[in-house]
């Protein structure tokens, strides 16, 4: 398989994680949407990433299906997430949350570097999204006494929290701080991990 993506992204990291933790062999090609999408179109013409290329040549988009194509390969005893019932949307909808999280880190640092003239409504929205989704699962963690978010062994919905909260820690400081100490506490869990570690990319400071 060849997974297709920077690991400052959230999307990327999370699939590449979950990769090395099952223990699936991969490249990895750090194209970037900007300066290398005319490599990324012939595997995905929305030219984003991830792109997950599998052994037949053909090519997943999305992490969430990346991730249920892998969840099916390793089987249900060693998938991150439970294959059906209440334990597998529960962690779908945290693993949801970080993700849009993570979308709206995005597109807000888009508009800080993209655009000359910010659209104050725009960004006014997307830090109300983020602050509004940092402040739910600050207070659905701080509820979880066990080392991971539905238990003691890492799932999806951890890694994604974990991704999400890197980059937007690293790309809007201001917006995450101290004031979500569950959050920190359950970042640097991951992060200490030796995977993380590994599959990791800081994001470089924005221009403009």
Same mark, same amino acid.
């Given at each position: 398989?060849?997974?297709? &993506?920077?690991?400052?992204?959230?999307?990327?990291?999370?699939?590449?994680?979950?990769?090395?933790?099952?223990?699936?062999?991969?490249?990895?090609?750090?194209?970037?949407?900007? &300066?290398?999408?005319?490599?990324?179109?012939?595997?995905?013409?929305?030219?984003?990433?991830? #792109?997950?290329?599998?052994?037949?040549? /053909?090519?997943?988009?999305?992490?969430?299906?990346?991730?249920?194509? =892998?969840?099916?390969?390793?089987?249900?005893?060693?998938?991150?997430?439970?294959?059906?019932?209440? &334990?597998?949307?529960?962690?779908?909808?945290?693993?949801?949350?970080?993700?849009? =999280?993570?979308?709206?880190?995005?597109?807000? =640092?888009?508009?800080?570097?993209?655009?000359?003239?910010?659209?104050?409504?725009?960004?006014?929205?997307?830090? %109300?999204?983020?602050?509004?989704?940092?402040?739910?699962?600050?207070?659905?963690?701080?509820?979880?006494? #066990?080392?991971?978010?539905?238990?003691?062994?890492?799932?999806? %919905?951890?890694?994604?929290?974990?991704?999400?909260?890197?980059? #937007?820690?690293?790309?809007?400081?201001?917006?995450?701080? #101290?004031?979500?100490?569950?959050?920190?506490?359950?970042?640097?869990?991951? /992060?200490? =991990?030796?995977?993380?570690?590994?599959?990791?990319?800081?994001?470089?400071?924005?221009?403009?």
């Amino acid at each position: 398989m060849i997974l297709i &993506g920077q690991y400052d992204s959230p999307f990327v990291r999370r699939v590449a994680i979950a990769l090395r933790l099952y223990g699936l062999p991969f490249e990895h090609k750090p194209w970037s949407t900007f &300066g290398d999408a005319d490599k990324i179109a012939p595997y995905n013409p929305l030219r984003r990433v991830p #792109t997950l290329v599998l052994d037949s040549g /053909e090519a997943l988009i999305e992490s969430a299906v990346m991730l249920d194509y =892998l969840d099916d390969r390793v089987g249900p005893d060693k998938a991150m997430i439970p294959p059906h019932g209440e &334990g597998r949307w529960r962690q779908q909808r945290i693993a949801a949350l970080a993700m849009g =999280l993570g979308d709206k880190g995005v597109s807000l =640092l888009y508009e800080r570097v993209l655009r000359q003239e910010k659209l104050a409504l725009w960004v006014e929205r997307c830090e %109300a999204q983020i602050a509004g989704v940092l402040a739910v699962l600050e207070k659905e963690r701080a509820a979880v006494a #066990t080392p991971y978010w539905f238990g003691d062994r890492i799932g999806h %919905a951890d890694i994604a929290v974990a991704c999400a909260l890197r980059f #937007t820690g690293e790309a809007h400081p201001a917006l995450f701080g #101290t004031r979500y100490p569950a959050l920190q506490a359950h970042a640097a869990r991951c /992060e200490a =991990l030796p995977v993380f570690g590994e599959i990791v990319q800081p994001l470089a400071p924005p221009k403009g």
